[in-house]
């Protein structure tokens, strides 16, 4: 098995369970396919895990390194945002919700996305490479984002949470008595959901959430394989 799949804390873990989407940090592996930096550049995207017939070997000789994601909340809460190449009406909407939300940065409509990559990576990792948390009311958070309680991973839907694993989610559970919780999801990205952009979440089946829209999601069972 390959080190190629992300959790909600941004960390690349191994896995035999399979993603529904595709990351990108840039090249992080050897020639041994053996991760060695958690990134490479500023520009984390997500992407589809098949776009125009293109194959790609896992982890090829001085490529980039393909990552993995369980659904695209999990790839939000890590940091990533959507690709302009091979999903460009999402790239769009989140870009335009972005900025709706997040407008103390005065960047115009027509703002480089290296720009946004630019906020969410000062605000999903530090200078040591560990995960950014920051708190806030759970109350507050749209559907789509990601809390930590007790060192789990858990995503708000439809008022309730759900623990995350590899494999998908455990059963819902009430919001926490305590309201102030640890978020995982990076500040800016919390104010696109608010501001009009849904994440593909892996439990909308479950809990009989519409899924989006767009025709662009895939489901787990067409994964690449790893």
């Given at each position: 098995?390959?080190?190629?799949?992300?959790?909600?804390?941004?960390?690349?873990?191994?896995?035999?369970?399979?993603?529904?989407?595709?990351?990108?940090?840039?090249?992080?592996?050897?020639?041994?396919?053996?991760?060695?930096?958690?990134?490479?550049?500023?520009?984390?995207?997500?992407?589809?895990?098949?776009?125009?017939?293109?194959h790609r070997e896992v982890m090829a000789p001085g490529l980039w390194t393909e990552l993995f994601f369980l659904d695209e909340a999990t790839a939000f809460s890590a940091g990533h945002r959507p690709c302009f190449e091979c999903r460009r009406q999402d790239a769009n909407r989140?870009?335009?919700?972005?900025?709706?939300?997040?407008?103390?940065?005065?960047?115009?409509?027509?703002?480089?996305?290296?720009?946004?990559?630019?906020?969410?990576?000062?605000?999903?990792?530090?200078?040591?490479?560990?995960?950014?948390?920051?708190?806030?009311?759970?109350?507050?958070?749209?559907?789509?984002?990601?809390?930590?309680?007790?060192?789990?991973?858990?995503?708000?839907?439809?008022?309730?949470?759900?623990?995350?694993?590899?494999?998908?989610?455990?059963?819902?559970?009430?919001?926490?008595?305590?309201?102030?919780?640890?978020?995982?999801?990076?500040?800016?990205?919390?104010?696109?959901?608010?501001?009009?952009?849904?994440?593909?979440?892996?439990?909308?089946?479950?809990?009989?959430?519409?899924?989006?829209?767009?025709?662009?999601?895939?489901?787990?069972?067409?994964?690449?394989?790893?």
């Open positions: 098995m390959l080190q190629n799949r992300v959790d909600p804390k941004g960390n690349i873990i191994i896995t035999k369970a399979r993603g529904a989407w595709l990351g990108n940090r840039g090249q992080l592996h050897n020639s041994g396919k053996t991760i060695l930096r958690p990134f490479k550049h500023k520009a984390w995207i997500i992407c589809l895990l098949q776009f125009k017939g293109r989140f870009k335009a919700a972005w900025l709706k939300g997040n407008p103390g940065y005065g960047f115009p409509p027509n703002v480089l996305i290296g720009k946004i990559d630019e906020i969410l990576h000062a605000e999903r990792i530090g200078a040591d490479n560990s995960k950014i948390i920051y708190e806030a009311d759970i109350n507050d958070l749209p559907d789509g984002v990601f809390v930590e309680i007790a060192g789990e991973a858990l995503l708000l839907a439809g008022g309730r949470m759900y623990k995350w694993s590899p494999e998908g989610y455990g059963d819902r559970l009430p919001f926490p008595a305590e309201k102030q919780v640890s978020v995982l999801t990076p500040r800016s990205v919390v104010n696109a959901f608010r501001n009009g952009y849904r994440p593909q979440m892996g439990i909308e089946a479950t809990v009989c959430l519409p899924l989006r829209p767009n025709g662009l999601f895939q489901e787990p069972a067409a994964a690449a394989k790893d």
